[in-house]
Every structure is written in structure tokens, then in C-alpha cells.
């Protein structure tokens, strides 16, 4: 099968990084297709981040558009609903899979992430997966998303205070790692913490096997069916929905 995994920012070493750790657990018959998005943020690290990303990810998922499955490698999980309404295979983001992971692991996580902000995007985000009874509390290192880049920085040691505090504070039994380029420090940190720390992008990438070895899509019917056909306009104009025979199914009762 091949597998798609997109990240939304348009710093390529991340991508790297992150298709490493996919690549690290998929299974021998497993493509990992990865692709760094052309247009938006170097790094997302807000809602306007998030939002102006969408359309280099669309553009990413349609470069590929006979992958089994794609993985929208960014925690905030942007544009996910949207990637389901255009995709036919499973579409997973990264913090809802390693949320069900830990969700699995432990009777109680903690998420630690980048800023103080997108720790807020991610208890949003907690809130939407309904895993308000799994996760304990969403921790900010108050990192920059590209200092996880910058091999000259203290981040794996200021991302393990945390996830230690996690632990003694929260009462957790597992972590979450709240940002695709934190996908390198599992292994060092599962060796100082002695619990599961979850990466989103391997969590991904094994869910994605799972449902495509079931036969399972994406729902067409409801509000994740093809988008309906009609004209866009501006400098979205080539974004237009194509005309489908399922979009005009769903709208024709
Ligand atoms: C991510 N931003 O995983 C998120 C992390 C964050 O560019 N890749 C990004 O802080 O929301």
C-alpha cells in the first residue's frame, strides 16, 4: 500500500525527519510517500498558520491521488475534515492518532507541545476527539516549532523536564508528543521515562495499515462526501470541486 504523509509547513528538514520515523515502523509492503507543502508557513504555530497551509496541503494530497491512506503530519491536525471530503482512503492527523494511541496505553496522558498557544489549539483539539476523560493536561515547553531543528539547542532536555513534570504532576501514564518534529525523540525519552510516549506520525502510519487492510475508506455520505461541484472564483479558481457522480447522488434526494 502506499501512504501519503503530508507536512503542512514548507520546511523540508521536518519532512525528512518525519518520513524517517514513518519509514522506521511502516510495514514491509507499506510506500511512505512523503511531501513538504510548496506554499504557507515555515512553521504553524496558530490558527493563521494552520488555515493558510490548507491549500498546499490539498495541492500535496492531489499529487497523490490513488494513495491508500494520508497522514496530515502536523499536531493541530489542519484541514483534516477538509482532506476527508476530497480524499476516498483514510485521512488521519497526527494528534488524534496518538491521542487514541495513548488513549489504549494508559488511563490518563499528557500532550507536551511547542507554544503556549498551540497548547491551547490542542486542548481544542482533545475537546473535538472527545478524549476529554483520557487526556489529564496539555503542556507547552514554549519551544519554538523550528528550535526542534536547530541541533544547537536544548530542546530534548527541555521537552524531557516536562514530560517528567507530566508524569509527577498529572499522574499520567503515558505522553503525547504535541508537535511532527518531536518525532526523533521517542526512543530517547521512553529510556528516561520508563512510560509510552506516543509520536503521532508512527501512530499514524500503523492506524492507516490497519484500516486499509480492512478495506476501509473515508464515509461519502454526509458531511464527508466530495465537496460539491461548483465554480471558485479569484485565486482559487483552479480549486473548483471537480463534478462527481457521488456529490450529485448525495444532493439529489
Ligand atoms: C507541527 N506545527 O507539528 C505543529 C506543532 C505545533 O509546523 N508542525 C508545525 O506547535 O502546533
Known amino acids: 500500500m502506499l501512504i501519503r504523509i503530508i ?10 525527519r518525519i518520513a524517517e520515523a514513518a519509514r522506521a515502523v511502516a510495514a514491509p509492503g507499506t ?26 496541503l490539498v495541492d500535496a494530497i492531489n499529487e497523490e491521488p490513488d494513495a491508500d491512506a494520508y497522514i496530515i503530519a502536523c499536531f493541530g491536525d489542519p484541514g483534516l475534515l477538509a482532506a476527508r471530503e476530497i480524499a476516498s482512503g483514510p485521512v488521519l492527523g497526527i494528534a488524534e492518532a496518538a491521542m487514541h494511541a495513548a488513549s ?11 507554544l503556549e498557544r498551540t497548547r491551547i489549539i490542542a486542548e481544542h483539539l482533545v475537546r473535538n476527539y472527545g478524549m476529554e476523560h483520557h487526556c489529564r493536561r496539555v503542556r ?13 539547542s536544548n530542546c530534548r532536555q527541555l521537552i524531557l523536564e516536562e514530560c517528567k513534570r507530566a508524569l509527577e504532576e498529572d499522574k499520567s501514564g503515558a505522553i503525547v508528543l504535541g508537535c511532527a518534529g518531536m518525532a526523533d ?14 509520536d503521532g506520525v508512527a501512530a499514524a502510519v500503523k492506524f492507516c495499515e490497519a484500516l486499509v487492510g480492512l478495506g476501509l475508506k473515508t464515509s461519502k455520505r454526509g458531511d464527508l462526501a466530495y465537496p460539491i461541484h461548483k465554480p471558485y472564483v479569484g485565486s482559487l479558481s483552479a480549486y473548483a470541486p471537480p463534478n462527481r457522480a457521488s456529490s450529485k447522488t448525495l444532493h439529489a434526494g
Not at 504557507?40 to 498546499?56: L, R
Not at 507547552?140 to 544547537?152: G, K, S
Open 185 to 198: 525523540l521517542t526512543r530517547y525519552l521512553e529510556e528516561r521515562l520508563g512510560v509510552p510516549v506516543i
Open 31 to 56: 510506500i511512505i510517500s512523503a511531501a513538504t507543502s510548496r506554499s504557507g508557513a515555515v512553521s504553524i504555530e496558530g490558527h493563521y498558520d494552520e488555515a493558510m497551509s490548507i491549500v498546499g
Open 104 to 114: 489504549f496505553l494508559a488511563t490518563g496522558f499528557s500532550v507536551v507541545t511547542t
Open 140 to 152: 507547552a515547553t514554549d519551544l519554538p516549532v523550528l528550535e526542534l531543528d536547530n541541533p544547537q
Open 7 to 16: 507536512n503542512p509547513n514548507t520546511t523540508d528538514s521536518m519532512t525528512a
